[in-house]
């Protein structure tokens, strides 16, 4: 379907109103990706991107074990994400529950798939929601995000005029 | 609550489950009003009401042909919405970008280990 994925960029596509299929392919073999996937010291390291600080990563990787992520944004404010584990197949599928804190009326079933091709892997991140609603506010809550983002960036152009 | 702007306008347009379902059809080419209403099997005052919405906010353009008015699909207005997914893809480039980082680490660090020749 996506063929010849480069890293580097993701690809985000709306398969049903209320779906969001996320696809990246990585220059890493499956087990690699798991583990970084799937170890808090190591989510730490990426999971916030450039938007903030982590704060907490917690993984019980059992079925039924819960998963809580918080990161303190660029903004200040705190954006925090939990859910549990409804599936595992080491190195091949993690099947979770994802609720956003602070819609929790909002909760998605995530299923992650790891896909090996020639040492490299691709994750798929199938995101189902049980709305149109929810799923377009799930993706609006990205763009606030990215807001913020931008609003810190004029902040300091702001500073530095003054 | 205020009413939004142009913008948020074409989303509300295309929430409604029939008018993206009119637009469905309409990916597959121009059609008359009557096979949207034959197709959707609603009333026609329903479907023209959802095609004014749909053309209040230029996602779809008409055109009279003799005695029919024919629909078509104007990509160029439903921009916004591929925007709005696009920043949400922003988000997760930028946290994979960090992965990648921590993966290259992995890497070596198993290089390092497994390697038995240094």
Do not use: C
Not at chain 2, 5 to 33: H, K, M, S, W, Y
């Amino acid at each position: 379907m996506v063929a010849g994925t480069s890293s580097g960029t993701a690809t985000v596509t709306l398969p049903a109103d209320d779906q969001i299929l996320i696809t990246r392919e990585f220059n890493a073999p499956r087990h690699l990706v798991y583990r970084a996937w799937t170890t808090p010291e190591l989510v730490m390291r990426w999971w916030a991107a450039d938007r903030g600080t982590m704060t907490i990563a917690e993984i019980d990787l059992r079925v039924g074990g819960a998963w809580r992520y918080v990161m303190t944004a660029n903004g200040g404010f705190e954006v925090a994400f939990h859910g549990e584990y409804r599936e595992i197949v080491p190195d091949e599928r993690i099947v979770l529950t994802e609720v956003f804190e602070a819609m929790p009326e909002a909760e998605a079933l995530d299923t992650v798939t790891f896909t090996g091709v020639d040492g490299r892997t691709r994750v798929q991140i199938l995101v189902q929601h049980t709305s149109k609603q929810f799923r377009d506010a799930h993706i609006n809550s990205g763009m606030e995000l990215g807001l913020q983002k931008a609003l810190d960036l004029l902040e300091e152009v702001a500073v530095s005029l003054s | 609550m205020a009413r939004a702007a142009t913008t948020a306008d074409t989303f509300n347009a295309v929430a409604e489950p029939r008018r993206r379902q009119i637009l469905d059809l309409l990916a597959g080419g121009e059609r008359p009003v009557n096979d949207l209403v034959h197709l959707l099997g609603l009333a026609q005052p329903q479907v023209s009401k959802h095609l004014r919405v749909l053309r209040e906010v230029g996602a779809v353009q008409v055109r009279g042909d003799g005695r029919q008015r024919l629909y078509r699909l104007n990509g160029h207005a439903l921009k916004p919405i591929h925007d709005w997914v696009k920043n949400y893809e922003r988000t997760w480039s930028e946290r994979f970008d960090r992965l990648d980082a921590v993966l290259d680490e992995l890497k070596q660090e198993e290089d390092d280990d497994g390697g038995g020749h240094e």
